[in-house]
Each structure stands twice: as structure tokens, then as C-alpha cells.
């Protein structure tokens, strides 16, 4: 697609449960990343993934969170047991993820707000 | 370790002006990259300008542009001429060494309201 797109846009859940969020990056983007960012918060890194693999998994949270991507395209981030402090928006960004800095600008997603009752 | 400071929780500014947005950084490395995006309050993020550490010239966009002080750490946001749709949050990122699709930290952000 043109741009990051995330789905749900909005998921209300109630504590406990389990939450799928899903991202599908820019087609020909190698890089995706998760990040949280609470009201009025600025964005906390969560994960990060080239191709399939997730060097970098050093944001998340608790082992409540998990994330996997598949075919080197679309990434899901799993919240199990929430919490009502898991309340936030996730936003996704993808980028080229390979080549100069310059070129490797992470392009974001509109974000799904999670509310956890 | 690596962080971003944006030190105007929120500024107000006349439309029309000219309006800098502050951020410091820190890092003990070479080779990074800087980044400004906005925020609206639909919430998505957008990307507006970048600036490598080796860039020799302020990085310029449009009605943005970058007041890039290496020796003094940091990259203030310039936007002239400003207009209504800028009201938005705007945050300072940085990309530090390592894989070139390593992550960014983002600073906390600074509201900025357009008056008209």
C-alpha cells in the first residue's frame, strides 16, 4: 500500500483478555518497529524487526507483550492478560533498512488506541 | 546513553511568525541522524526534516529548517511563516550508530498552538 497502515484503529478490551494488533508496512520496507506512547506521552520504543528476525527487543514491557512478523511483511503485536495500563496508542513505522541514515526515515503509521477496561 | 531533550512542554506563537522549537541531544557517538516530526491531533506522525551528524549545511524543507549546532548538541526546529495547520506536537529524534534501521529515541515533545 501507499503508506503504513494499522489495524484496528481503535480496540476497546476489557482486563484479561488477550489483544491483536496488526501492521502492514510500506511495501519494499525491510525495517518495521512498535512503539507505545501513553496520553501526552512522547513515543517508547517497543521492538524492532529486519526481515522476519527482531534484533532488538529490548522495549517491551513484560512477557505479556510479544510481537512476530511474517514473510518479511506484516507484524502483529500481542498483548496477552491486559492491563489497564497497557492503555495507550501503538504505532508501527516502517523503513527501507539498509543504505545511509538518510535514507533509512521511519515512515508511521496512524496508530491503534488501545483502551483496557 | 543516548537521550533527547525537548525542553518547551508547549509555546504559543502568532500566525504569520517565525517559531523555533528547542532539542538538545546527547550521545557519545560520531554518527547519527536527527529527526523532526509532527503530530497532529489525528495522531499520526509525520516525518518533516533530517540532519546527519557529518551534514555540513543546516538541513532546509520547505517552511522548515534546522539551526544545527553540533559542538552545542543541538538541532532547533525553524518554522517560518507560520500557519494554522502547524498547531500540532512536534517531536526531536536520533538515530545512533549501529544497523542504519536501528531504532530512534524521540524527546517528550513540545505542543505548539497557532494563534490567528
Known amino acids: 500500500g501507499a503508506g503504513v497502515s494499522q489495524s484496528p484503529s481503535n480496540k476497546v478490551t476489557e482486563k484479561g483478555k488477550d489483544v491483536e494488533l496488526r501492521c502492514d508496512p510500506i511495501s519494499g520496507h525491510t525495517a518495521l518497529y512498535w512503539y507505545r506512547q501513553s496520553l501526552g506521552q512522547g513515543l517508547e520504543f517497543l521492538i524492532y524487526?529486519?526481515?522476519?528476525?527482531?534484533?532488538?527487543k529490548s522495549g517491551l514491557p513484560s512477557d505479556r507483550f510479544s510481537a512476530e512478523r511474517t514473510g518479511g511483511s506484516v507484524s502483529t503485536l500481542t498483548i496477552q492478560r491486559t492491563q489497564q495500563e497497557d492503555s495507550a496508542v501503538y504505532l508501527c513505522a516502517s523503513s527501507l533498512g539498509f543504505g545511509p541514515l538518510a535514507k533509512n526515515i521511519q515512515y508511521f503509521g496512524a496508530g491503534t488506541r488501545l483502551s483496557v477496561l | 546513553a543516548q537521550k533527547i531533550t525537548q525542553t518547551q512542554p508547549g509555546m504559543f506563537v502568532q500566525e504569520k511568525e517565525a517559531v523555533t522549537l528547542d532539542c538538545t541531544y546527547d550521545?557519545?557517538?560520531?554518527?547519527?541522524?536527527l529527526f523532526w516530526y509532527k503530530q497532529p491531533s489525528s495522531g499520526e506522525m509525520i516525518f518533516l526534516i533530517y540532519?546527519?551528524?557529518?551534514?555540513?549545511q543546516n538541513a532546509t524543507e520547505g517552511r522548515y529548517s534546522l539551526n544545527f549546532q553540533k559542538a552545542r548538541k543541538s538541532t532547533n526546529l525553524v518554522i517560518s511563516a507560520s500557519q494554522l495547520g502547524d498547531s500540532a506536537m512536534y517531536f526531536c529524534a536520533m538515530r545512533v550508530r549501529g544497523s542504519s534501521a536501528s531504532k530512534i529515541i524521540f524527546g517528550s515533545g513540545t505542543r505548539l498552538s497557532i494563534r490567528p
Open positions: 524487526f529486519q526481515g522476519n528476525s527482531a534484533p532488538d
Open positions: 540532519q546527519g551528524s557529518y551534514d555540513e
Open positions: 550521545t557519545s557517538d560520531q554518527s547519527y541522524g
